[in-house]
């Protein structure tokens, strides 16, 4: 089957990743979940689809924990975008080994490691065959990688934005919660913004909504989940100008 989108953002949740335990990411070639992620990434391209690919870096340091013993927001926000890179460093080590063609960007310079993104040469990148991977959020604090990931799909003119993460969709309450919890199959980007859904960031809606960027949430432990999206599949939570809201 065909893919929908011939380029996507992918947005992949630090929790999936290793853990530093003892200076080495310990599990790393252990760890099923993102062997899988990985195949899939190398399978899509193979495919044709274009990929970019934004890493969170929550499984090594989280902004906000470090507010709370009295590290600046700025000072843990810079760290927590050096922490996406280590994750991309070692990501990208990982797909080169697997054959795939990838190439590392920062929103930050960092000449002496990888490039530093510019869209219309990731964009060559992507047209080249190339998986680009993109390091440093957007470069500044108080915005996460999501927004991170609505901008440079924008910047790059992606036909979506595909976010993996530890839940399976959108739900139209808290499903930790209530038990009668409904997963959202398809929503628009206002029922979102008027909720104040919290499984996006704001502002990364607000982007998405004005440049029509559709946007994919589902859990990264689905059984080939980016290949189901990719290919046109009915997987987790769909948000669009569209929206059904059911």
Known sequence: MGSPYKRVVI???GNVLFNFDHGTATEID????????LTQLLTCQQQGVELLVIFGGGNICRGKEMEKIGISRITADN??????????LVVREKLSKMGAKCVLTSAFAVTHICKQFEPFS??????????VICAGGTGNPFVTTDSAASLRGIQTNCD????????SGLFDKDPNAFADAKMLKSVDYDYCLD???NIFDLGAFSQCKSRNLPIHIAS??????LMRIVNGGSVGTKISKDGTNT
Do not use: R, W
């Open 11 to 13: 947005k992949i949740s």
């Open 30 to 37: 252990a760890d099923d979940a993102l062997t899988s992620l």
């Open 79 to 88: 760290i927590g975008m050096l922490s996406t890179l280590i994750n991309s």
């Open 122 to 131: 990731a964009m060559h990148f992507l047209s080249e065959g190339c998986l």
């Open 160 to 167: 979506a934005l595909i976010k993996l993460t530890n839940v």
């Open 195 to 197: 909720n104040q859904s």
């Open 220 to 225: 990264y432990s689905e059984p080939e989940v």
